[in-house]
């Protein structure tokens, strides 16, 4: 996948000066997934953990909504009809897309507007940092379709950001979470007029575009890594991935600035 010109099928595709805009854009259904847009997108993410070049990556919806989720005619029928090894088949495949999100070493900012629930709240979910505005409204509402709210890794990472029993309100009344509740709660880092939105989401890709890059993407590795850690293994882990980090040309590039009394120019090694 080369993003200069990587044109996908089922979303649309920007990239400029390192930052890569994923656009969810069935504005007329309020942006639902579908089987192929799923896997479309799992692939794309899967593919930046070797495209360096691509340093963060927005992710939003055309049209005043973010995702409805599922679609209700290309998925959640099909579903009702299929055996247990197709939809195993399909719930790993959903899972493998938050995985492919929280594995790629580029920081991911969602920004939503509108409508953010079902999927579409999994993939704010899954993202590192999350842009809304007044107007959007978030709901993990598995359990109003007869599902568990155990969705996409939502009992494991949902609780990490907002706290067990807000998380257990949402999962299990699937209810929806205004943007002055998440903003409070801590799901949403900004919550800005919609004219804002945009601009927000840009201005935070590109100061992380800005930033050294290899050093970022240590980051967002140790941040996946020590969920299952005790303290003093994450100090080691941590330790080791610091020292990694301190032998970059971007760590010599921020001292050699300092001595200067300059801004660092990070260049990502």
């Known amino acids: 996948m080369n993003p200069e010109t990587f044109a996908p099928e089922h979303f649309r595709w920007d990239f400029d000066e390192g930052v890569a805009t994923v656009t969810l854009n069935r504005p007329e259904r309020k942006n639902p997934l579908t089987f192929d847009s799923y896997g479309e997108l799992r692939d794309t993410f899967r593919a930046l953990v070797y495209r360096p070049e691509v340093k963060a990556v927005i992710l939003t919806g055309e049209g005043g909504n973010f995702c409805s989720g599922g679609d209700v005619h290309e998925i959640i029928g099909p579903l009702t009809e299929m055996d247990m090894p197709g939809l195993l088949a399909f719930t790993r495949m959903t899972g493998d897309l938050v995985k492919a999100i929280r594995d790629c070493p580029q920081p ?14 999994i993939l704010a979910m899954a993202s590192d940092l999350r842009v809304a505005t007044p107007e959007t409204k978030t709901a993990f509402l598995f359990n109003r379709v007869g599902l568990a709210g155990c969705d996409m890794g939502a009992c494991a990472i949902l609780p990490r950001i907002i706290g067990q029993g807000r998380a257990s309100e949402l999962l299990f009344l699937g209810r929806s979470m205004s943007a002055e509740e998440g903003e409070a709660w801590g799901f949403w880092n900004r919550v800005v007029p919609q004219g804002e939105l945009m601009a927000t989401a840009n201005d935070l890709a590109a100061r992380i575009a800005a930033g050294p890059n290899f050093a970022n993407a240590m980051t967002k590795n140790q941040l996946n890594a020590e969920w299952d850690m005790g303290i003093h293994q994450a100090i080691e882990a941590e330790a080791q991935a610091q020292a990694i980090c301190m032998q970059t040309e971007d760590f010599r590039r921020a001292y050699r600035a300092f001595v200067k009394k300059e801004k660092p120019v990070f260049e990502g090694n």
């Not at 920004?111 to 629930?117: T, W």
Request: with cysteine.
């Open 108 to 121: 991911v900012i969602t920004a939503a507007d509108g409508v953010c629930v079902g999927a579409g709240a």
